[in-house]
């Protein structure tokens, strides 16, 4: 009986790695919960991963090992927005417990010395960079691609750093989700202008749900269901705004928030995406 016992447990363990390990044929993306911060982590349909972002302070990577499981320690692409605390803080950690396969860095820099310590933590990892290409796409396989929408090469003094955040789009059959980073209106502006007609299922609200982001023309545009909100409960920024909560309440767009529900996960089999119940 204690036999049968232990070799039941141990199928029971085996399945759950198999099952966290064997790909799917789904899209998996998940914004994991990390405060005042973005971190979203997507698991393609033969289960290549990308990172976007990875918070602030260090939660992040324990996170990614809960969703991944605690034997997967790769990471096939990260990509920075643009280097706030915010974003970038996390990816310490990750660097240091994850093969990575390569990162993209947005064009903008930072005097932020913890910015300093994680560049030269990849460059003594020897870990490939490059520059997120402007207007270009990357094919991950398996029917995924990202697409890179925005991204300020002729960063000035006058720019913040905010203004230079990564805007992509990830696709998957007929499928999208759009990336802002903290983008303001400005910057959706120049995303729409250089990429006419497009349209997405999901969009990650920018800069945390300010009312400086999320314009009505930007939303009109490109038409999302969902919109993900990655901001922490009682934040000091108020986030997100009233302004940004409204507009997207005026379009009937479907609001999920990680201060309300914790780390959320949508799947697209490619024909549709199917956001948290
Ligand atoms: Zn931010």
Known sequence: MKYAAIFILIMIFVS????????????????????????????????????IDAGPGSSAVKLIGKTLGH??????????????????????????????????????????????????????RKIETAFVPQNSDIDFGAGVFMDFLYSDSAISDKKSANESSVISRLLYGKTSIIFTGDAPVEEEYSALKSNKDFSVNLIKIGHHGSKYSTSEEFLYEINPTYAVIQSGSKNRYGHPHKEALDRLEKRNIQIFRNDFSGTLEFISDGEAIYAPI
């Not at 198999?18 to 289960?47: A, M, T, W």
């Not at 990816?91 to 903008?108: D, F, H, S, T």
């Open 16 to 51: 759950a790695f198999l099952l966290n390990e064997l790909p799917d044929n789904r899209l998996h993306i998940y914004f994991l919960d990390v405060g005042q911060g973005d971190c979203i982590l997507i698991k393609s349909p033969d289960n290549k991963t990308i990172l």
């Open 71 to 124: 034997l997967n320690r790769k990471i096939d692409l990260m990509i920075l927005s643009h280097p706030h605390k915010d974003h970038f803080e996390g990816m310490l950690e990750v660097v240091k417990r994850y093969e990575i396969g390569k990162i993209l860095l947005p064009n903008a820099g930072s005097s932020d010395p913890l910015y300093s310590t994680l560049l030269n933590e990849i460059k003594s």
